[in-house]
């Protein structure tokens, strides 16, 4: 074997260890990067279903029901000077509008958050979209655009599964409903 044989022999040797290392690198970090995700998303789902957002969204609901007929208050709604303190819709505004910046920016599965939030989403911004409309009337129109992204990603969700995303093929439970009768009588 002459010497340039062994040299040539070395060097494809060597291009071969650093390929099958890159690509075991690259494994590695796409690995690192869906960890990464699932801990941000369980993170999300830990707030999300904490008792204290959806007495958020309870209270939101009665307070903006109530004052929102009140002149004085969307005046100072779109002032902003409403009170800050202890205030469900602006908790839940910012808090969708944190989570609506982790989905845009592929820091957290948009498809894993929408199968199980695009509903809750969309009731939320029932909830929501006239106080949200009263902040962005005298200020910059880029507030809660996170929570905007996400409200407009879970209609197109809704749109595309409007049964669901149930798996195809798998059967479905029959569920008895033991009240229907009773519940369809007239009195």
Excluded at 153 to 175: D, M, N, T
Aim: charged share 20%; hydrophobic share 45%.
């Amino acid at each position: 074997m002459s010497s340039e044989f062994i040299s040539n022999f070395a060097a494809i040797g060597t291009f071969v260890v650093i390929g099958v290392t890159a690509i075991a690198a690259a494994v590695q970090l796409r690995h690192m990067r869906a960890n990464n995700q699932l801990t941000g998303l369980l993170n999300v789902l830990s707030r999300v279903e904490d008792p204290v957002f959806t007495e958020w969204v309870d209270r939101a609901k009665v307070i903006l029901q109530q004052r929102l007929p009140d002149k004085e208050f969307r005046q100072q709604v779109t002032a902003g000077s409403f009170q800050r303190e202890n205030n469900p819709w602006l908790n839940i505004c910012n808090s969708y509008e944190w989570v609506g910046s982790l989905i845009k920016n592929k820091l957290i599965p948009e498809d894993t958050f929408m199968d199980v939030y695009s509903n809750r989403i969309l009731a939320t911004w029932r909830i929501v979209e006239p106080i949200v409309a009263l902040v962005r009337r005298n200020n910059d129109p880029s507030i809660w655009e996170n929570l905007e992204f996400i409200v407009v990603r879970a209609r197109e969700w809704e749109k595309k599964y409007p049964q669901g995303r149930y798996p195809v093929g798998v059967p479905r439970l029959a569920i008895n409903d033991s009240w229907l009768a009773v519940d369809s009588q007239t009195t």
